[in-house]
């Protein structure tokens, strides 16, 4: 038989992916900051200083729930406890940055970090050296999410815990790390967290340059987490994680490691997830406890799931938007938006079990083979 | 490998396999010989331990007792499910289950002989020579034209064929086809005999199935279980005209 030219299976990699991307990247790195540098800040197109980090904060979610629909939509791991990993990466961020008030604090020791003065602390713990370098700091970014990753991800696939198990899970971990992370005996500012940051590399965190730079920071690392998501399920191993979500024991009788292969992408994503978080804290300034609730890693799935579940650009999309929505909604009518986020998701679940991607696919053209197909006869 | 390993060059050796779920005793001191090149049917009445013995072989299942050899040295009871695919044995299962949202082609791809290293598929590269392979497949299944179509749009039929496809490619020395002519229609079910018959040629099939006429077009030697045991084996008549047999699963 003639062998089909272009060979039957999908180039990710085509003209038209390069010019959306590079539009992507035209707009989030030369129009954002000409419009704040470069605008009269009275013009109506301006955008005003405080608007910058808001916006980082968002990319910053929109590469968390990359990371969640890398294993999501592609491998059905359905993790809810991904702001783990997103906590821990922002934690170690955040220790440098504590470490790098110095005596600026307001004991003014050059030793320790305020909270531990005011726990009558004499020297500092051993889990804290090495934290005054930021290159060692950027290293436990991942090094922590990651090997946090690689134990709890062996231990649960290679028994084979999937589905809702799975998840329970990753619930128990967070909310077990969030326990430890309360307490004050535990060296991380227990209650209250860390915050009062002063610099970062050198530069006073609160300067709109260096919040200009935080931003174009998140961009890179959102673009370059994209296109390794995109490599990697756009590969043969892309095809092995859609096939082990819908026939795992299938894809064992054909000679591959399920449990490895689950590992690798759990893996990468909670390293995705530790960096997005390191890029969050000093952005927002503070990291604490909280961040490791529960909640928080059920709202990622409810991002993902809005955006288009197994589509990589609509688990951005779903993170940017409703953040957005959020944060004009908790400034509107803040007593109604743990409602809206609920319907969305039930309507998400009943309606539209794509996403706003899947909608906008369905509207324009069919475009059969660019996302990863939902399992049959399942929703969400 | 195994100091225990008996010496024999049987292609797969089951001798005295016990498995017993909670207190069942699925596979009741079971022992099979299938040599190299045999095309073996095995039928049994429902609950006889068909699909244990097949899960037991696949490493699905592990035994309580008794030993599973391949190849007379390698000791199966003992690997998991993708260590024992690699040796060259592949299952098909008795409902049809292909990857529904990957393309035919893709179901192919995955299951050629590759390299199954999660760092291996990550970089893999789809050259010429697999390219040809996955398309003399196709043909030999009779898939060609759909190649580019998921593959849950397919058939019940068409599905077991892309199935029987994908342990072609794989090459495997031994096959087991659970139930592979179920729910086929008469036409589907002739077709499917004579790719088998065909396969036989060059690779050990064993086959377990239900339909006597079937059996019967298949022509080969034939293993009747029950209780999880040997109960008779031999060429179809004789099977069939064994009063125990008959008694326990022809007669009923």
Redesign the interface.
């Known amino acids: ?1 003639p ?2 030219s272009c ?3 999908k180039n990710a990699w085509g003209p038209g992916f390069w010019a959306g991307f590079v539009a992507c990247g035209i707009v989030l790195i030369v129009i954002v900051p000409a419009l704040n540098l470069w605008v009269p800040p009275a013009s109506r197109i301006a955008l005003p200083d405080y608007l910058v980090p808001l916006l980082g904060k968002y990319l910053c979610y929109g590469l968390l729930a990359l990371s969640l629909d890398l294993i999501w939509g592609y491998a059905g791991i359905l993790s809810l406890g991904h702001g783990a990993f997103f906590a821990l990466g922002g934690y170690c961020i955040g220790m440098h940055l504590m470490r790098q008030i110095g005596t600026r604090g307001v004991y003014g020791n050059p030793l320790l970090p305020d909270f531990m003065v005011f726990l009558n602390w004499k020297e500092l713990p051993w889990f804290w050296w090495g934290f005054d370098h930021f290159a060692f700091a950027a290293a436990m970014v991942v090094l922590v999410p990651g090997l946090l990753a690689l134990v709890f991800g062996w231990l649960a696939f290679r028994s084979r815990v999937t589905g809702v198990y799975l998840s329970i899970i990753t619930q128990a971990m967070t909310y077990a790390l969030m326990l430890a992370f309360f307490r004050n005996d535990m060296g991380f500012g227990g209650n209250n967290g860390m915050t009062d940051y002063k610099d970062i590399l050198g530069c006073d965190v609160h300067q709109p340059s260096t919040r200009l730079g935080l931003y174009l920071a998140s961009v890179v690392a959102l673009g370059l987490g994209y296109l390794l998501c995109r490599f ?1 399920t756009a ?3 892309g ?2 994680l ?2 082990l ?3 795992e ?10 449990t ?2 689950k ?2 992408v759990f893996t990468v994503s909670a390293l995705l997830a530790g960096i997005a978080g390191a890029l969050y804290v000093p952005q927002v300034g503070i990291i604490n406890p909280s961040e490791f609730s529960p909640g928080n890693s059920i709202e990622i799935a409810i991002w993902v799931s809005v955006g288009g579940r197994g589509t990589l650009s609509g688990a951005i999309l779903g993170a940017v938007l409703v953040n957005a929505g959020k944060t004009w909604l908790t400034g509107a009518a803040p007593e109604t938006w743990l409602f809206v986020l609920g319907a969305l998701f039930v309507l998400t679940t009943l309606i539209f079990p794509r996403g706003i991607v899947g909608l906008l696919r369905q509207a324009r053209w069919v475009r059969p ?1 660019a996302t ?5 006869g399942e929703q969400a | 490998m195994n100091a225990a390993a008996p010496a024999t060059d049987a292609l797969l050796y089951l001798n005295g396999v016990t498995v017993s779920f909670d207190g069942f005793k699925a596979l009741n001191d079971l022992s099979l010989v299938i040599d190299k090149g045999e095309l073996r049917t095995i039928i049994g009445p429902n609950g006889a331990g068909k699909t244990t013995m097949m899960n037991v072989v696949t490493g699905k299942t592990r035994p309580d007792a008794g030993e599973v050899f391949f190849r007379g040295t390698a000791d199966l009871s003992r690997l998991d499910e993708a260590a024992i695919a690699n040796l060259g044995i592949g299952r098909k299962f008795q409902r049809p289950t292909v990857f529904e949202n990957l393309t035919i082609f893709e179901n192919l791809e995955l299951s050629l002989t590759d390299s199954r290293k999660t760092w291996g598929t990550l970089f893999a590269r789809l050259t010429p020579d697999r390219h040809d392979r996955i398309a003399a497949t196709l043909a030999r299944i009779g898939l060609t034209e759909q190649s580019v179509q998921l593959a849950g749009s397919l058939s019940h039929g068409q599905k077991q064929w892309l199935e029987i496809g994908m342990l072609l490619i794989h090459d495997r020395s031994l096959l087991l086809l659970d139930e592979p002519v179920a729910g086929m229609t008469d036409r589907e079910t002739e077709e499917t005999t004579a790719l088998i018959l065909d396969l036989a040629k060059d690779r050990t099939i064993v086959v377990v199935e239900h339909d006597m006429a079937f059996v019967r077009s298949l022509g080969a030697r034939v293993t009747v279980l029950h209780e999880g045991s040997v109960l008779a084996e031999g060429s179809i008549d004789h099977v069939q005209n064994d009063p125990r047999v008959i008694e326990v699963y022809l007669g009923r």
Request: aromatic share 8%.
């Open positions: 038989m062998a089909p060979g039957p299976i990697i590969s043969k191993l095809r092995v859609l096939a979500r819908d026939a024991s299938r894809v064992r009788f054909l000679g591959y490691s399920v490895n292969a590992l690798f083979r990863a197909p939902l399992p049959a």
